[in-house]
């Protein structure tokens, strides 16, 4: 199991940067797919990114790419999310999520499954993100 601590949002102005930090338990974190999703008021929770458990791939939805990197630190259990030129579209709880495939699962980091938080079993607690326009 791994336990998942998100940190880092804030109130921002339209144009600047977050960067937002998930730190997780446990001593197989290096095995595990991670996510960022993200949760409007009144709208369901989506994809941000996703990366790789040797953070050698990654996946960036169509929405944030070119604005948005995700990057992680296997030695620090960590995995970071950077924003920049973030919109008041931009405002929601981020989420952190983390799945560790079964040995032989098969799978691409865009793959359509890894964008659906079905697919994740642990979550983080979730860090306010708000951009004032």
């Known amino acids: 199991q791994v336990q998942l601590v998100e940190s880092g949002g804030g109130l921002v102005q339209a144009g600047g940067s977050l960067r937002l930090s998930c730190a997780a338990s446990?001593?197989?974190?290096?095995?595990?797919?991670m996510g960022w999703f993200r949760q409007a008021p009144g709208k369901e929770r989506e994809v941000v990114g996703t990366?790789?458990?040797?953070?050698?791939?990654?996946y960036i939805t169509e929405d944030v790419r070119g604005r948005v990197t995700i990057s992680r630190d296997n030695a620090e259990n960590t995995v970071d999310l950077q924003m920049n030129s973030l919109e008041p579209e931009d405002t929601a709880v981020y989420y952190c999520?983390?799945?560790?495939?079964?040995?032989?699962?098969?799978?691409?980091?865009?793959?359509?499954?890894?964008?659906?938080?079905?697919?994740?079993?642990?979550w983080g607690q979730g860090t306010q993100v708000t951009v004032s326009s």
């Open positions: 999520a983390a799945e560790k495939p079964p040995t032989d699962y098969s799978y691409t980091i865009s793959d359509a499954r890894l964008r659906t938080p079905e697919f994740y079993d642990y």
């Open positions: 446990g001593r197989t974190f290096r095995s595990y797919i």
């Open positions: 990366i790789s458990p040797s953070g050698g791939t990654t």
